[in-house]
Nanobody, 114 residues
Framework: QVQFVESGGALVQPGGSLRLSCVAS????????MAWYRQAPGNERELVAS???????KHTDPVKGRFTIFRDNAKKTVSLQMNSLKPEDTARYYC????????WGQGTQVTVSS
């Protein structure tokens, strides 16, 4: 059973930083491309960043230069370092496969506000 457990979200001021973490289970993590997604109220879930099995990353334009996705195959975790946070980054963040599987974790809430 594919499972994801996200953590690390918080309320942070604009310009601040957070690191999100996700523990994955139920599939062969080392052979799987992974990604972070986010969903803001009233919006559809969107891709934030992805990382393939050999560590090649892609970051979408809204977060490029501010966010960094990375993975630890030994721990079966994928993380998202978020710097220079903006109010428009406020959303619930989820990790999943890339492309995503129809099994989502509870996500972790990131709120950027002064």
């Amino acid at each position: 059973q594919v499972q994801f457990v996200e953590s690390g979200g918080a309320l942070v001021q604009p310009g601040g930083s957070l690191r999100l973490s996700c523990v994955a289970s139920g599939f062969l993590f080392i052979f799987s491309d992974m990604a972070w997604y986010r969903q803001a109220p009233g919006n559809e879930r969107e891709l934030v960043a992805s990382i393939n099995t050999v560590g090649i990353t892609k970051h979408t334009d809204p977060v490029k230069g501010r966010f960094t996705i990375f993975r630890d195959n030994a721990k079966k975790t994928v993380s998202l370092q978020m710097n220079s946070l903006k109010p428009e980054d406020t959303a619930r963040y989820y990790c999943n496969l890339s492309p995503y599987a129809n099994s989502w974790g509870q996500g972790t809430q990131v709120t950027v506000s002064s």
